[in-house]
């Protein structure tokens, strides 16, 4: 504090110091005195001040002689003049105390007065008065105000000072404001720091009522005269957002079809909002909604369009409940119900849904039983969803509804695999929109074998024929059985019937192969012993329980001449000797013997021709070709020799030909006691003596003979009524050389069923013929019969007939030659 007040001593000191050494320096004379006036701002030019010259006391002469002056600052304007003629002080220069001062209180203005001669300097101090020549003035002639209508009464609003470049009380001193029904002004502040008011709010808006208003401020200063300045408050009532938004309708109810394309309005709400701007911008949105029906639906926030964006399925969902609200901008809602109910559209078609199949069903299956179950749907309603079901009509099903939408596919005729092993049955669902829609699916049942069918032969009996003296293992035939059933109901084995002919098993002849049905020769056949043989065959699948069948199979053993002819007469030669007596008198043609000769074949190869091979005289005799009598060909004479020996031979028509041959000695004489040798006949044929005795034994014997002979045909002429033949001759056929064992076991076929020998006996009668006929085998069997089995030859070599059967009569008769 001390250090400050010696420097302001000193700067005094200073400043004093280089006052006086300027005045020394320019020789003035210190001035007298300080000249102070106050004058009023704003006077005009030539305005008298005061007068210097009375001031200083100076006469106005002086100062004129002095020069007197008024000296201003470097570049500071000069604002008084002296009038050097009166002393006086005038205004030079309209002087605005605002402007040279602004808003200080004291404005005084410093000239000089330089006098010279001596040179005076005086100080001019001129205070400027201020005059109320400003009104007050408002920054902004308009203020706005945004008031909410909500603000609440006692609500101040700072308004703008008005400003007064004047100062004092000729600033601001006042405001006053429009006569208005809401506010009213409460000034604040003084004078000095300046006066502002404040707009109060008296009564609350109402934006509704009066959306803006302007008032006039007025600003008054303190001056005489009062200027005022005024300012127009504008006042917008803001909105307070006292309205909500409200729905046109608070539930909107609409219908929408499903299926709707995207993009569909299904309705357009609107909310209006009395408020203003944003607070009366609605906005709207789902406020409640589910998230499938948020997938479904969109809202458009500004039109209140609500569009489809989803797929609309009525069968996921029927209806649906949206709570959208709509929003100001202060966040002011309110509420209103969007139900949207779906109507159904026929898109779905009907749903077949195969609960149960019997598959495969079994071909035995009774008509009306139930195969398969069938469930039908739609998700559509009403008509909609009504079905109807049916499958195509060649098939041997049908469908009975069941319950609701039960079907159930039965069958309506028996089921046969072997005619049809599946099915394809197409169940087609329709239902009952419009268009309808529908849609089918295909079964496919199988037909499951039963045992149901038995083999059946090609045919039901069935013919071989086989050549004897086959190989044993021969295939003679096959038969073929067909099952149409499935795998072992239709896989076919064969067998025989077990069966006996004559006596022996089938099997031991006969043997089917059981896969192939291929029937072999167990052994080699003999025609001559039996001639066809009839075996039932028996196929048989391989079910459970096996159906079988049968059928005949004839086997027909066919003839190989495999027998030679056998000579019955005569005799072989060695074992016993016979000769035939020739009556000299013995004409041309006369019958002299016959030779019998068998064959055991049949047919061709049974068929015998007679030759004579080689003869004593040939020429003298002559043989039958086929009936083997051997006859006089010539008149016999004196010189012929008496014994006669002819060479035969026999020979059948097989092929190749078997034969036989024989001897055959005859005796030209007509008394046995002229045969001289007989024993020696055959070797010593020229032997007439012996020949002689021979013939002369035999002639008596041969009288011997015939009479006993025409004893007995005369018995079996009576009882024939007729006599057959005549015969002159006698022969005898040793018992010894009948065919042995033919046995004729079926009598059927291409074959003669019996054989018939005949059998010529002859004397030397040359003009009839002993006829002596006979059936070799007369006893045919009948058809199924079997002969017995003789103990020592299974063929059976005796005729006996089975089951009792009555023998016919073999007239069969032989006479004994012997010697
Ligand atoms: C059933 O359909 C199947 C497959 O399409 C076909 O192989 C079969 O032959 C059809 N059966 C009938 C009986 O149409
Ligand atoms: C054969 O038929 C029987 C009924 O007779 C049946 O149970 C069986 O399944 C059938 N076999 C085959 C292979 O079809
Ligand atoms: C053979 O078939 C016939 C008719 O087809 C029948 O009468 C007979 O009983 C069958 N025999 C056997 C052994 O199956």
């Not at 938004?245 to 929408?256: A, D, N």
């Not at 059936?775 to 059976?796: E, H, I, Q, V």
Request: charged share 25%; hydrophobic share 35%.
């Amino acid at each position: 504090m001390a250090l400050s007040s010696a420097r302001a001593e000193f700067r005094a000191f200073l400043s004093v110091l280089s006052a006086v050494s300027l005045a020394l320096l320019l020789t003035p004379r210190p001035a007298r005195g300080d000249l102070s006036y106050t004058v009023q701002e704003e006077k005009k030019e030539r305005f008298v001040i005061g007068n210097v010259a009375k001031d200083l006391g100076l006469s106005p002469q002086v100062l004129s002689s002095r020069r007197a002056r008024i000296d201003t600052e470097e570049g500071s304007a000069r604002y008084v003049d002296v009038n050097v003629n009166t002393g006086d002080l005038v205004v030079a220069k309209t002087m605005d105390r605002e402007k040279l001062c602004g808003s200080r209180l004291n404005c005084i203005l410093n000239h000089e007065l330089v006098l010279e001669n001596p040179l005076e300097l005086h100080r001019v101090s001129l205070t400027i008065e201020d005059v109320n020549d400003n009104a007050p003035k408002f920054l902004n002639e308009i203020i706005t105000f945004e008031i909410h209508e909500s603000a609440s009464k006692g609500q101040r609003y700072r308004l703008d000072e008005a400003h007064d470049s004047d100062i004092g009380q000729n600033g601001v001193n006042g405001y006053s404001l429009e006569k208005n029904h809401h506010f009213i002004l409460s000034v604040h502040g003084n004078t000095e720091r300046g006066k502002y008011a404040e707009l109060v709010l008296d009564k609350e808006l109402d934006r509704e009522e009066q959306k803006e208003m302007d008032l006039v401020l007025t600003a008054v200063d303190g001056g005489t005269p009062q200027r005022s300045g005024t300012a127009v408050i504008h006042i917008t009532v803001l909105d307070a957002n006292d309205n909500v938004p409200v729905f046109t309708q608070s539930v909107y109810k609409v219908s929408l079809a499903e299926n709707a394309p995207l993009g569909t309005e299904v309705v357009t709400v609107r909310a209006t909002d009395a408020d203003e701007g944003a607070n009366g911008a609605v906005s709207y949105e789902f406020s409640r909604i589910s998230d499938h029906a948020a997938q479904l639906f969109s809202v458009d926030k500004v039109t209140g369009q609500i569009k489809v964006r989803g797929d609309i399925d009525y069968e996921e969902e029927k209806y649906y409940e949206i709570k959208v609200q709509a929003k100001d901008g202060s966040g002011s809602a309110s509420i209103a119900d969007i139900i949207i109910d779906i109507t159904d559209i026929n898109d779905n078609a009907p749903k077949i849904i195969l609960k149960s199949l019997k598959d495969p069903v079994p071909e035995d299956t009774v008509v009306g039983a139930e195969v398969a179950i069938i469930n039908v749907q739609d998700k559509d309603s009403g008509e909609n969803r009504q079905i109807r079901c049916s499958i195509q009509n060649n098939v041997p099903f049908k469908l009975n509804p069941s319950i609701k939408n039960y079907f159930s596919l039965v069958t309506t005729s028996p089921l046969d695999r072997e005619k049809e092993s599946d099915y394809n049955i197409t169940i087609t669902a329709t239902d009952g929109g419009s268009p309808p829609l529908s849609s089918s699916m295909t079964i496919h049942l199988s037909v499951s074998d039963v045992n149901d069918n038995p083999p059946v032969f090609d045919e039901q009996s069935y013919s071989a024929y086989v050549a004897e003296n086959n190989k044993a293992g021969t295939s003679i035939c096959s038969v073929t059985a067909r099952d149409p059933d499935w795998r072992q109901n239709g896989t076919v084995l064969y067998s025989l019937l077990p069966s006996e002919v004559n006596g022996v098993p089938v099997s031991s002849f006969l043997s089917i192969n059981a896969d192939t049905g291929v029937i072999h020769a167990v052994r080699s056949f003999d025609y001559e012993q039996f001639r066809s043989l009839k075996v039932q065959v028996v196929s048989r699948d391989n079910g459970s329980p096996p159906l079988s069948s049968n059928a005949t199979v004839s086997v027909f053993i066919t003839d190989e001449n495999d027998n030679s002819p056998q000579i019955l007469y005569p005799a072989p030669e060695g074992k016993s000797l016979m000769t035939e007596m020739v009556p000299k008198a013995a004409l041309s043609g006369s019958l002299v013997s016959k030779v019998i000769a068998v064959d055991a074949d049949s047919g061709q190869n049974a068929w015998l021709s007679y030759r004579i091979v080689k003869s004593t005289d040939p020429g003298l005799f002559s043989m039958g070709v086929h009936s083997g009598e051997i006859r006089v060909q010539r008149d016999i004479s004196e010189s012929d020799s008496m014994k006669q020996n002819l060479v035969i031979s026999v020979r059948d028509n097989g092929q190749p030909p078997l034969s036989a041959t024989c001897s055959v000695y005859l005796l030209i004489s007509d008394n046995l006691a002229e045969v001289p040798e007989l024993k020696d006949m055959t070797y010593e044929e020229k032997s007439s003596k012996l020949t002689s005795y021979l013939i002369i034994a035999l002639v008596s014997v041969s009288t011997f003979f015939l009479t006993f002979i025409i004893l007995i045909l005369a018995v079996r002429f009576c009882r024939r009524r007729k006599p057959r033949l005549l015969f002159d001759g006698a022969v005898a056929i040793p018992s010894a050389y009948l065919p042995p064992n033919y046995a004729e076991v079926e009598g059927a076929g291409t074959l003669r069923s019996s054989y018939n020998y005949d059998a010529y006996l002859t004397t030397g009668s040359h003009t009839s013929d002993f006829k002596f006929i006979r059936s070799y085998n007369d006893s045919t069997l009948p058809a199924g019969g079997t002969l017995r089995k003789s103990p020592d030859d299974p063929f059976g070599s005796s005729f006996n007939e089975a089951h009792g059967e009555e023998v016919r009569e073999t007239s069969f008769c032989f006479s004994f030659f012997s010697l």
